[in-house]
């Protein structure tokens, strides 16, 4: 079956735009998670997302944000881009346990 | 943020001896955790998991140990394999939510 898959997966972006990743979940997985990692902060948790509900916030600024569609499919959108904002942006999938993560979108902000 | 990647620990191991990575986690509330093995330019991958319920559970070539007396957790890796290098990393949750709380990473390097 299809892993989770994530697009794009390269963005370079200008300080001060906004950006929207997405990620399409393994079928049937309705809990859809996003995480940030860095060299410096290693991985962190931004949101999860069930049934098209936040049900879990990481600590993160309100620039980052996301969403849940009906087919699980879930975005986050970044605004007001910052350079410290560079990082692999890693979403995972999960039915009860066991999240399975997607190859992430490296997202550059010059 | 709650996970603290700061320099990254290495481990070197010959090809064909066993490996164990360690891991201090942070919650004693924690109920669910997992071994993830990440390569370069790759997603975590999942390797194993445990629940607080359980002190010991075998993959193939892997195997995990909680001791949740000293909040830690060890993944050992049998015969291992050129193919085992990468950075591994142990999360925790309270498994509400799908928040997990990841380590700093090891960083394992296997020499032929």
């Known amino acids: 079956k299809a892993g989770v898959t994530q697009t794009p997966r390269y963005l370079i972006k200008t300080r001060g735009q906004q950006v929207t990743l997405s990620c399409s979940p393994i079928?049937?997985?309705?809990?859809v998670s996003w995480y940030q990692q860095t060299p410096g902060q290693g991985l962190q948790f931004l949101f999860e997302?069930?049934?098209?509900?936040?049900?879990n916030k990481g600590n993160f600024p309100g620039r980052f944000s996301g969403r849940q569609f009906s087919n699980s499919r879930s975005e986050m959108n970044v605004s007001t881009l910052e350079l410290g904002d560079s990082a692999l942006y890693l979403c995972?999938?999960?039915?009860?346990?066991?999240?399975?993560f997607g190859s992430g979108t490296r997202l550059t902000v010059v | 943020g709650e996970s603290v990647g700061l320099h990254l620990p290495t481990l070197s191991v010959q090809e064909g001896d066993n490996s164990i990575i360690n891991c201090a986690y942070s919650?004693?509330?924690?109920?669910?955790f997992i071994w993830y093995k990440q390569e370069s330019g790759k997603g975590p991958q999942f390797i194993i998991d445990?629940?607080?319920?359980?002190d010991k559970r075998q993959g193939q070539r892997v195997t995990v140990l909680l001791n949740k007396t000293v909040k830690h957790l060890s993944l050992q890796i049998a015969a291992t394999q050129p193919g085992d290098s990468a950075v591994y990393f142990c999360?925790?949750?309270?498994?509400?939510?799908?928040?997990?709380?990841f380590g700093q990473g090891t960083e394992l390097s296997v020499k032929p």
């Open positions: 995972a999938s999960s039915l009860e346990d066991g999240y399975t």
């Open positions: 079928s049937g997985h309705r809990s």
């Open positions: 997302y069930f049934s098209e509900t936040q049900r």
């Open positions: 919650n004693s509330a924690s109920d669910y």
């Open positions: 445990i629940r607080s319920n359980m």
């Open positions: 999360a925790e949750t309270l498994n509400q939510g799908g928040k997990l709380i």
